[in-house]
């Protein structure tokens, strides 16, 4: 069975960070093009602005998902015992994770709160208003010419002309307005009718919708401030062209804000007066051929642009596994294969034996059969799987790793069959720590976007293992529709392997925790010390143990936990016995690590 693994939050959280750059990038160039090509045209670049912001909402729809591969090597050095009391839940630090995830979402629910307030306020104002009868003589001439039919009332709690609905609109108009001339009701008139006719209020509503969601994106922020300012100026062309009175229009519009009547509401926005002024003075003009031809270019560059920001800044959809699998399963962690197993052709079924707690959340595991290269992987997974409340504990678990296959256009492994030739279209390095990849990947020799040679690979691998001498790079690679070489470079870490013999001598080899569990043939659990218990105190304690040829525990060194923790889990190490372990036939000591897994569960 193809399992899909489900978003994690933290590429979710990388995934919206490349989405906000590919964003920034689009609108970057597609504010740029136009003042190059000099379009300048109101309705224009109104029509333009909202197309731009609705392919920057489209881009994740409009792009190919990179899926990441499962074949990068691991390292798992997983703990042996669990001790659980009972006793209250402990509270837990959240990680940078979740606390980006609820900074997004807090800002998120403060701007629909604000907009829902918002919303409430002129809900009020409607209800206090009272209609105004009978109309002024301007507005009773614009409504039919125009053909449109709002309410049109007096608000004392208004301090400017507001409009708003979709089905039913409403025009609020301050008690000022009576007083004002003829020819400055006229504009405010004309000017709040054409909104209505034009629907704009619906257009309003889904682009402060949009603002909500992307309230932490400046370039979202000022695409919305210019689409609003060329609504604005694409209104005020047709009020002119229905009034016929230019010079009365910018009156009035100067008149308001001289008056202070209007800080926020259709008719003015203040920090967009110069411009409307200005674009009102300059009457723009462009001629059909040279318009088309300019829009052409623009789209053509944005393309161009919104293509090199979906490949340097890709989106990536969580990663696919092949695992016979439970019905019972709500969630499972992926599984990666070994790089050194694919190299040497090994694969195979692993069959684990895990322990669920009531929650069904896998608190234990153990190998029971499959290939030595393949088990750290397998078990590494397991660990993080959760199951539903009812699964009887233990369950056991048969993982199916299958080689990949060779396609064509495809480089699997570490070393091509032939020297590669084509382009670089990223690089990546999934399961190593952000320093780690920072330093390795700025030491690479080759970029995305280069050119790859011949020697490409050796100079790279050579540049990786001079950061850390674990690190290793391979290719995979395809064909694109166009017939041209795309490569993906991939740093990974490549693990010791069990039974591999240590750099301390050849009488001793390092082998995994959960795989040395295995062999012991007396482990007494520790004691929960009664002062930790007491004081609410949990964690894992982690140990570096030399085995001695006979089994026995020769030393023990503690390498993290909570120091109220160590004293037991030292003295219950101690005792362990282990049997001993051969290669080739002679018993050699054994360096591993021990986990003893302290919790308080309900």
């Given at each position: 069975?193809?399992?899909?693994?489900?978003?994690?939050?933290?590429?979710?959280?990388?995934?919206?960070?490349?989405?906000?750059?590919?964003?920034?990038?689009?609108?970057?160039?597609?504010?740029?093009?136009?003042?190059?090509?000099?379009?300048?045209?109101?309705?224009?670049?109104?029509?333009?602005?909202?197309?731009?912001?609705?392919?920057?909402?489209?881009?994740?729809?409009?792009?190919?998902?990179?899926?990441?591969?499962?074949?990068?090597?691991?390292?798992?050095?997983?703990?042996?015992?669990?001790?659980?009391?009972?006793?209250?839940?402990?509270?837990?630090?959240?990680?940078?994770?979740?606390?980006?995830?609820?900074?997004?979402?807090?800002?998120?629910?403060?701007?629909?709160?604000?907009?829902?307030?918002?919303?409430?306020?002129?809900?009020?104002?409607?209800?206090?208003?009272?209609?105004?009868?009978?109309?002024?003589?301007?507005?009773?001439?614009?409504?039919?010419?125009?053909?449109?039919?709002?309410?049109?009332?007096?608000?004392?709690?208004?301090?400017?002309?507001?409009?708003?609905?979709?089905g039913l609109p409403v025009i609020l108009l301050p008690p000022e307005f009576?007083?004002?001339?003829?020819?400055?009701?006229?504009?405010?008139?004309?000017?709040?009718?054409?909104?209505?006719?034009?629907?704009?209020?619906?257009?309003?509503?889904?682009?402060?919708?949009?603002?909500?969601?992307?309230?932490?994106?400046?370039?979202?922020?000022?695409?919305?401030?210019?689409?609003?300012?060329?609504?604005?100026?694409?209104?005020?062309?047709?009020?002119?062209?229905?009034?016929?009175?230019?010079?009365?229009?910018?009156?009035?519009?100067?008149?308001?804000?001289?008056?202070?009547?209007?800080?926020?509401?259709?008719?003015?926005?203040?920090?967009?007066?110069?411009?409307?002024?200005?674009?009102?003075?300059?009457?723009?003009?462009?001629?059909?051929?040279?318009?088309?031809?300019?829009?052409?270019?623009?789209?053509?560059?944005?393309?161009?642009?919104?293509?090199?920001?979906?490949?340097?800044?890709?989106?990536?959809?969580?990663?696919?596994?092949?695992?016979?699998?439970?019905?019972?399963?709500?969630?499972?962690?992926?599984?990666?294969?070994?790089?050194?197993?694919?190299?040497?052709?090994?694969?195979?079924?692993?069959?684990?034996?895990?322990?669920?707690?009531?929650?069904?959340?896998?608190?234990?595991?153990?190998?029971?059969?499959?290939?030595?290269?393949?088990?750290?992987?397998?078990?590494?997974?397991?660990?993080?799987?959760?199951?539903?409340?009812?699964?009887?504990?233990?369950?056991?678990?048969?993982?199916?790793?299958?080689?990949?296959?060779?396609?064509?256009?495809?480089?699997?492994?570490?070393?091509?069959?032939?020297?590669?030739?084509?382009?670089?279209?990223?690089?990546?390095?999934?399961?190593?720590?952000?320093?780690l990849r920072e330093a390795a990947t700025s030491h690479l020799p080759v970029q995305a976007g280069d050119l790859i040679e011949p020697d490409?690979?050796?100079?790279?691998?050579?540049?990786?293992?001079?950061?850390?001498?674990?690190?290793?790079?391979?290719?995979?690679?395809?064909?694109?529709?166009?017939?041209?070489?795309?490569?993906?470079?991939?740093?990974?870490?490549?693990?010791?392997?069990?039974?591999?013999?240590?750099?301390?001598?050849?009488?001793?080899?390092?082998?995994?925790?959960?795989?040395?569990?295995?062999?012991?043939?007396?482990?007494?659990?520790?004691?929960?010390?009664?002062?930790?218990?007491?004081?609410?105190?949990?964690?894992?304690?982690?140990?570096?143990?030399?085995?001695?040829?006979?089994?026995?525990?020769?030393?023990?060194?503690?390498?993290?936990?909570?120091?109220?923790?160590?004293?037991?889990?030292?003295?219950?190490?101690?005792?362990?016995?282990?049997?001993?372990?051969?290669?080739?036939?002679?018993?050699?000591?054994?360096?591993?690590?021990?986990?003893?897994?302290?919790?308080?569960?309900?």
């Amino acid at each position: 069975m193809v399992f899909q693994h489900p978003m994690t939050l933290h590429l979710l959280l990388m995934d919206l960070a490349n989405y906000s750059v590919q964003i920034a990038t689009v609108i970057l160039a597609g504010s740029v093009a136009p003042l190059l090509l000099r379009v300048r045209r109101p309705d224009v670049m109104l029509i333009y602005r909202q197309m731009l912001l609705a392919a920057c909402l489209l881009l994740p729809f409009l792009q190919t998902w990179n899926h990441p591969a499962t074949d990068s090597s691991v390292t798992v050095s997983m703990g042996v015992g669990t001790i659980t009391q009972d006793t209250s839940p402990v509270r837990r630090h959240l990680t940078w994770e979740e606390t980006a995830a609820l900074l997004l979402s807090a800002g998120m629910l403060a701007r629909l709160t604000w907009l829902g307030i918002g919303l409430a306020r002129l809900h009020r104002y409607r209800s206090h208003a009272e209609a105004l009868i009978p109309l002024p003589p301007v507005f009773d001439a614009l409504q039919r010419r125009l053909d449109v039919w709002p309410s049109i009332c007096l608000s004392g709690e208004v301090s400017g002309p507001v409009t708003f609905g979709i089905g039913l609109p409403v025009i609020l108009l301050p008690p000022e307005f009576l007083a004002m001339p003829r020819g400055a009701q006229e504009a405010i008139a004309c000017h709040e009718l054409t909104h209505v006719r034009r629907r704009d209020w619906a257009a309003a509503m889904i682009e402060e919708l949009v603002r909500a969601v992307f309230w932490f994106h400046p370039a979202i922020w000022w695409l919305l401030g210019q689409i609003q300012l060329a609504r604005e100026q694409t209104v005020d062309a047709q009020v002119i062209r229905i009034t016929a009175s230019p010079e009365q229009y910018i009156d009035t519009l100067l008149t308001v804000a001289g008056a202070d009547l209007a800080p926020a509401t259709l008719f003015l926005r203040k920090s967009h007066l110069t411009q409307r002024v200005s674009i009102i003075l300059k009457e723009v003009s462009m001629s059909k051929k040279r318009l088309l031809s300019s829009l052409a270019a623009i789209c053509g560059a944005l393309v161009i642009t919104a293509r090199f920001a979906t490949l340097y800044f890709p989106i990536s959809a969580p990663a696919q596994e092949v695992v016979k699998g439970d019905a019972n399963l709500l969630h499972r962690a992926p599984i990666q294969y070994p790089a050194d197993a694919i190299e040497k052709g090994i694969q195979g079924t692993v069959v684990v034996e895990a322990t669920l707690d009531g929650k069904g959340v896998v608190t234990d595991a153990r190998v029971i059969s499959g290939p030595d290269p393949l088990r750290k992987a397998a078990l590494k997974s397991v660990l993080d799987w959760h199951y539903n409340a009812q699964t009887q504990s233990p369950v056991q678990v048969a993982v199916d790793f299958k080689l990949p296959e060779k396609k064509p256009g495809t480089i699997i492994g570490s070393v091509p069959t032939e020297a590669p030739t084509g382009r670089l279209k990223r690089i990546w390095a999934p399961g190593i720590s952000p320093e780690l990849r920072e330093a390795a990947t700025s030491h690479l020799p080759v970029q995305a976007g280069d050119l790859i040679e011949p020697d490409t690979l050796q100079r790279a691998r050579q540049a990786v293992r001079e950061v850390d001498e674990h690190l290793d790079v391979r290719y995979s690679g395809a064909t694109t529709n166009s017939g041209e070489r795309e490569y993906s470079l991939q740093v990974f870490a490549v693990a010791p392997m069990v039974g591999q013999v240590s750099n301390e001598g050849p009488q001793r080899i390092r082998v995994g925790g959960n795989v040395q569990a295995t062999m012991a043939i007396s482990a007494p659990k520790p004691l929960y010390p009664p002062e930790a218990k007491q004081a609410r105190i949990q964690g894992v304690v982690r140990m570096n143990v030399i085995i001695g040829k006979d089994g026995t525990v020769l030393n023990l060194q503690v390498a993290s936990g909570p120091p109220e923790l160590v004293p037991a889990s030292l003295e219950a190490v101690r005792q362990w016995v282990y049997k001993p372990t051969l290669l080739n036939g002679n018993p050699v000591e054994v360096a591993t690590v021990v986990d003893i897994n302290y919790t308080l569960s309900q």
